[in-house]
């Protein structure tokens, strides 16, 4: 009953059904009782608020953060109880906190509703009552016909009814869901086709069942039933019939389809990736080092309470004359009032614990994110392409990998194929000048004369030339749209019109190949195929298409030849053709594809088999009804492709080459060096990807290369892993490498991962080929989770990616060929492979020393600020007296000491870029979170405990005792009790505390801009003026005044200045004395290198940069060099200045690392002439 109740309600929706019915153009049963499906409309959300729910679910996002929640706590105590301090101390930097994040969130919102707007609200036309209707797209709904016009993106998943070709077919791109940019072709079914107009459309009487909404983008299953004359017709629906939402109509002048998946139900809203959180290291460390704090603060909370009670145990300070307790009081509970005084004392010294910590590092992280996407070195001109920041979470991550997972095509090389060798009938052939030359023999053919090719090879090549997806284009786009013969415009053409897309590079290499040589693929028309053999026109009907897919790896094509024959053309890799060839030389091929992956080309093979008319019925018939299945559909095309691939006819193979991308070997060598191990993952075979990793220098020629090949059981793969690692503790070679393939992957990692990770942890690469994309996030789990924790990233550009980058800490994604879901689903993404240098060896760098210096400092100065106010009990009878008045507290970390130390963490730089990039090995000095080890976080909480000593001691023996230096030279006791009273101490304590904290930061501070001094000497002045108005004016709006006076008072005194100033350089001295003796005695590398950063280099980094243009000269570069002149830094000419720049240097325009740095986020020095 109560199941029913929420069903009616629509909280627990019905169970759907495993399909969906769709009545095209809504026309339902009318007989019977039919009871329609409820589906969503279309509206598209990305929004996570609404203007009613926005401050509940935001208020309780945020407070499932402990911090949030604990000073949450802390704040309803001060309501609940008598406390020390006003509610006001906790609850203002609370709402802060709360307030800015709401904030942020709220306008990453309100921009995320605009977007929804925008797209729910553009205009559609759909067919309704037998006419065009104009609507917004939130208000198509499933079983609508969909009007789509050239060059409109699809605003619904359709099935396409028609087009206004006579086949119905249309072309799309997909560049907004997955990247490719390739023309792809989709079709209708006949008996749909033919209905072109609104009246047709609306008399058609169809009904579509598919599959439930699922986010694969290459899959669906359905069909659809059309009824005529009273006949059913049924006919299978595939990806090829579905019009994704996103998608944009290109080369058609409209379609009509028919809505079946909507808004959020729709395959682009179901692949809003919603990825898991990714951790950094960092924020663990800072969890700990909170929890380290709040023992502290329940140490300090309780040892007070408990001195309390021991203090008053004496009745004289039980109950003094001056504070006589209430009847109330006298009869209360102890158990009561020693749990209030623990509560009270916990809100005295809550502020040990960061409230603005937090906010403080999101908006470092956040404000932080946009200087990789500004830094000019990560930007690719060719392809206008800048790096991009898909989560700002783990910016300091990037320097602290350990291993680096990369692809190889696509990632390490271009993705850009060239067609060099092929292997015809056990004869290798390269490409000369357009034609096919046997091996061994020299190009003496006239130029123009027709190259003399036998049946073998002619058949080889058009095999080549018909099985492929690749799409043709031409310069008058619509060349095939109206009547006539639609071939009659390719046959006009000459090559130069026309162009070849295809979602493989492969495909479109080798189809562009066979054209040169002479036989062209010329025209692409539904169901027929054009080539052009020697100039001569060969029309073949497409039959069947056998897509490729992972498993199989191969594709297929099924043709009726001119001559009336049937015949299946096939490619795929050797290990997917050869077992199924029986004619053809087998042994001599399978020779010449090892010495193509040798020489590091891509290989495929390509095998026919011819059909009789009768072996053709019963394979179309298997076809059909694997094709028209709902269920279990892809296991019987699995079985019905496994069933026509085999007694093939092995023709030949093809070599392709991937060429390299620029300065990757220099990359990978760079990493190598700063103790970043690689390891490539690919699905190329072994010989190939040997082959590339040794051009590329992942693999070294001095190196002593393990295998683990081939492996076919659990005892044999455990057998020669042992031997492995034995040979690697007998062989005294200083590197090894490990290759490692798939299958013997496999069995590695089922039982025997102890002694694979012992192996590969001492090599210092490992190449992994033919792997399927879920053994890579394995590989990578495996080495996450093992015992060491190492940091992991993952780099590639392609869709078999997507699980790595997902499974590694960072994953970084290639803007490549192979489409957009790598970079989708990535952390970061770059244009090239070279760039990753500069993103961990600098970026990385840089946001690692920043993030560390912020959290150890956080928690360094709340020291400071709540240490005296814990050493003040012990002189106030731990009466619960605060030291400081309630706004210092309230503004202590939200205005006095926060901007110096975002500051800092936005623009500090140990070390100058260029250094970073030259020396990889100082990447080094900061790995397995070095900055943020216990020893340094204890090194700067007990420095903080000693400046907080020498703050209130110092303040009590130079002020408290000597009444001599009490007033302006006035000896006087009434002057000392007018003035050194309890708001006149704690505002000195203050007062110390701001200006050393401040001051601290400084001393830390290698990289000094505008900025740094502006917002460093502006907060100390800042506290003083604010000091001076807060004290020295009657505000009427504040209940109790208690400063009134004091810190003018305390300011006029000379004493009061000789006691500040004494007492910051007792602080700060050992700093100073400790850090040069450190850097003389024992330096670090990095500290070393800072030598070759000149201070001369440095001082006008940050008007330099902020004037600095990406091309040519500087907007202020006449402003710089007028400072340059004014601060001594050029002497004499303009072309001695910018000489005398290049000095001071470490680096040079030879260098191999990005030599010409444009980059601005850095605020790096680039001297205004030379931008």
């Known amino acids: 009953m109560l199941r029913w109740i929420r069903q009616q309600l629509g909280f627990d929706p019905p169970h759907q059904s495993e399909t969906r019915t769709v009545y095209v153009a809504n026309r339902f049963p009318q007989h019977g009782h039919y009871v329609p499906q409820r589906f969503a409309d279309n509206r598209i959300i990305s929004s996570k608020y609404t203007i009613w729910n926005f401050i509940p679910k935001n208020l309780f996002e945020q407070f499932r953060r402990i911090a949030n929640f604990y000073f949450l706590i802390i704040f309803l105590v001060q309501l609940m109880i008598d406390t020390p301090t006003s509610p006001v101390t906790s609850g203002l930097p609370l709402f802060f906190v709360i307030t800015v994040t709401a904030i942020k969130q709220g306008y990453e919102d309100w921009l995320r509703h605009k977007a929804d707007n925008e797209v729910n609200g553009a205009p559609v036309f759909v067919v309704r009552s037998g006419s065009l209707v104009q609507t917004r797209s939130k208000n198509i709904r499933v079983g609508d016909i969909v009007r789509v016009a050239k060059d409109e993106t699809f605003p619904v998943d359709l099935v396409l009814l028609s087009s206004d070709r006579p086949d119905g077919t249309c072309h799309i791109t997909t560049a907004s869901l997955d990247g490719e940019t390739n023309l792809k072709t989709h079709y209708s079914v006949a008996e749909t086709a033919v209905c072109q107009s609104v009246s047709q459309l609306e008399a058609l009487q169809a009904v579509v069942e598919c599959q439930q909404p699922e986010a694969d983008l290459y899959r669906f299953v359905g069909r659809i039933t059309v009824t005529q004359h009273g006949e059913e017709i049924v006919r299978p629906l595939g990806p090829e019939n579905l019009l994704l939402r996103g998608a944009r109509l290109k080369n058609t002048k409209e379609i009509f389809g028919v809505a079946v998946y909507t808004g959020m139900e729709s395959k682009m809203a179901l692949n809003y990736k919603c990825k898991s959180q990714k951790r950094s290291a960092v924020e663990k460390s800072m969890n700990t080092f909170l929890i380290i704090y709040l023992g502290i603060l329940l140490f300090e909370a309780i040892l007070s309470t408990i001195l309390k009670y021991a203090w008053q145990a004496e009745d004289k300070w039980d109950e003094p004359f001056y504070n006589q307790k209430t009847e109330q009081e006298r009869n209360s509970s102890p158990i009561l009032k020693f749990i209030s005084d623990f509560l009270a004392f916990l809100v005295l010294y809550n502020f040990i614990i960061p409230i603005s910590l937090y906010v403080t590092v999101e908006m470092q992280k956040f404000l932080g994110s946009f200087f990789i996407g500004w830094d000019l070195d990560l930007y690719h001109e060719e392809s206008d392409q800048k790096a991009q920041v898909n989560t700002s979470d783990l910016n300091e991550e990037l320097g602290q990998v350990e291993y680096v997972f990369t692809d190889k095509t696509g990632t390490l090389t271009e993705n850009e194929m060239q067609f060099r060798e092929c292997s015809i009938n056990g004869t290798k052939y390269r490409e000369v000048n357009g034609k096919l030359v046997p091996e061994g023999m020299t190009d003496d053919t006239p130029d123009g004369s027709t190259p003399h090719l036998i049946g073998d090879e002619v058949l080889f090549l058009k095999a080549v030339s018909l099985c492929h997806t690749v799409q043709i284009s031409y310069d008058q786009p619509d060349c095939l749209v109206g009547g006539g013969d639609p071939f009659a415009h390719a046959n006009g053409f000459s090559s130069s019109h026309m162009e070849y897309y295809a979602s493989s590079p492969d495909e479109k290499a080798l189809v562009e190949a066979a054209k040169r040589i002479g036989v062209a693929f010329t025209c692409s028309n539904g169901d027929t195929m054009e080539i052009k053999t020697f100039g001569k026109p060969e029309r073949y009907k497409l039959l069947h298409v056998l897509e490729f897919d992972a498993n199989r790896r191969r594709m297929s094509v099924i043709l ?231 940091i992991t990233l993952a780099i590639g550009d392609g869709a078999n990616d997507v699980s790595m980058i997902q499974e590694a800490h960072v994953g970084i994604g290639i803007m490549g060929k192979e489409g957009r879901q790598a970079v989708r689903n990535s952390d970061y993404a770059i244009a090239r492979f070279k760039f990753l240098a500069k993103l961990l060896l600098v970026h990385g760098h840089f946001y690692y020393i920043r993030i560390a210096t912020l959290v150890q400092y956080f928690f360094y100065k709340n020291v400071c600020f709540i240490t005296p106010q814990f050493l003040y009990q012990f002189f106030c009878l731990f009466s619960q007296q605060t030291l400081y008045d309630s706004v210092y507290l309230t503004l202590y970390n939200i205005c006095f000491t926060s901007l110096p130390i975002l500051v800092y963490s936005l623009f500090e730089q140990l070390v100058h870029p260029h250094i970073l990039q030259n020396k990889p090995g100082l990447y080094r000095d900061i790995s397995k979170n070095s900055l943020l080890s216990f020893r340094t976080f204890l090194y700067w909480t007990l420095l903080g405990f000693c400046h907080a000593f020498v703050f209130f001691f110092g303040s009590y ?185 290049h000095s001071n240097r470490s680096w040079s325009d030879t260098e191999n690392f990005y030599s010409n740095d444009r980059s601005i986020l850095t605020l790096s020095p680039i001297e205004a002439s030379h931008c």
């Open 957 to 1141: 023996i130079l002020m408290g005792e000597d009444t001599s230096l009490m007033g302006n030279g006035q000896i006087l006791r009434a002057n000392r009790q007018l003035m050194f009273g309890n708001w006149t101490f704690g505002t000195l304590v203050f007062t110390v505390m701001v200006i050393t904290v401040t001051l601290k930061l400084a001393l830390e501070t290698h990289f000094w801009t505008w900025m740094n001094h502006f917002v460093t000497w502006g907060s100390i002045a800042f506290y003083f003026i604010f000091s001076l108005f807060y004290g020295g004016i009657i505000w009427p709006f504040l209940h109790t005044q208690d400063m009134y006076f004091v810190f003018v008072q305390l300011l006029s005194s000379g004493s009061a200045w000789f006691a500040i100033i004494i007492i910051v350089i007792t602080c700060l001295f050992p700093d100073v004395v400790k850090k040069v003796l450190y850097r003389h005695l024992m330096p670090t590398s990095t500290q070393k290198s800072q030598s070759l950063s000149t201070p001369q280099a440095q001082t006008l980094s940050c008007v330099e940069s902020l004037c600095c243009y990406q091309h040519g000269q500087s907007g202020c570069s006449r402003l710089a060099h007028f400072l340059e002149q004014m601060t001594g830094q050029c002497r004499g000419s303009a072309n001695h200045c910018h000489a005398s720049s």
């Open 560 to 790: 009726q030849t001119p001559s009336g024959g049937t015949v299946l053309f096939t490619k795929g890799a050797e290990s997917a053709i050869l077992p199924f060839a029986t004619g053809g030389e087998i042994e001599k091929t399978r020779l010449h594809v090892d010495e193509f992956a040798l020489k590091g080309l891509r290989t495929l093979v390509v095998a026919c088999r011819h059909f009789s008319p009768e072996e053709y019925i019963d394979v179309d018939r298997r076809l059909n009804a694997a094709r028209t299945a709902l269920q279990q559909r892809e296991e019987r095309l699995q079985e019905a492709f496994s069933y026509i691939e085999r007694d093939l006819q092995l023709l030949g193979a093809t070599g392709v080459e991937d060429k390299l991308q620029d300065k990757v070997q220099e990359t990978i060598e760079a990493l190598r060096l700063a103790g970043i191990k690689v390891w490539v993952l690919t699905g190329d075979k072994h010989e190939t990807a040997v082959s590339v990793s040794l051009s590329c220098g992942h693999f070294h020629r001095t190196m002593n290369i393990l295998e683990l090949l081939q492996q076919r059981s659990d005892n044999e793969c455990a057998e020669q892993l042992r031997i492995l690692a034995r040979r690697i503790k007998e062989d005294h070679v200083i590197q090894h490498g490990l290759v490692v393939d798939g299958a013997s992957l496999s069995l590695a990692l089922r039982e025997h991962e102890k002694l694979f990770m012992e192996v590969c942890k001492n090599c210092s690469a490992v190449l992994c080929c033919r792997m399927a994309p879920l053994q890579k996030a394995k590989v990578v789990r495996l080495l996450k989770t093992s015992p060491e924790k190492p």
